[in-house]
């Protein structure tokens, strides 16, 4: 298995135990079964293409930054999920759900980035 698709199979288990943990936690965050997938694989694409995109414009040295960034890039990966993925199989309703739901997304993200540490090889 290659470093990318090692890196894409380690975000998508990540985005699959944190989103089904936010929607068991949260009774205003829905998400059934058939569009679970669909959602994990759309999250994990955006995540993966946007990652890139922050991690190449934010000095890696600017800790506060890259926290930030995270979580802004959390919030709108997750919104973005909302808007594709119909009503009925994918929403989160409330500002306390969107910020707890971001929140458990955000931190499997970083555990998943500390895992997932070293960048795939340019060819």
């Known amino acids: 298995m290659t470093a990318v698709w090692k890196s894409i199979a380690i975000s998508a288990a990540a985005n699959?135990?944190?989103?089904?943990?936010?929607?068991?936690v949260f009774d205003r965050f829905n998400i059934t079964i058939g569009w679970f997938v669909v959602a994990v694989l759309?999250?994990?694409?955006?995540?993966?293409?946007?990652?890139?995109v922050v991690v190449s414009t934010v000095n890696r040295y600017a800790r506060g930054y890259t926290i930030v960034g995270g979580?802004?890039?959390?919030?709108?990966?997750?919104l973005l999920t909302e808007v594709v993925v119909p009503e009925d199989g994918f929403s989160v309703h409330g500002w306390g759900t969107w910020i707890g739901v971001t929140l458990i997304?955000?931190?499997?993200?970083v555990a998943f980035g500390e895992v997932d540490s070293a960048a795939p090889v340019k060819r």
């Open 16 to 24: 699959t135990a944190s989103l089904a943990f936010a929607a068991w």
């Open 71 to 78: 979580l802004v890039l959390t919030a709108l990966v997750l």
């Open 105 to 109: 997304v955000w931190a499997a993200g």
């Open 42 to 52: 759309l999250f994990t694409a955006l995540t993966v293409a946007l990652r890139g």
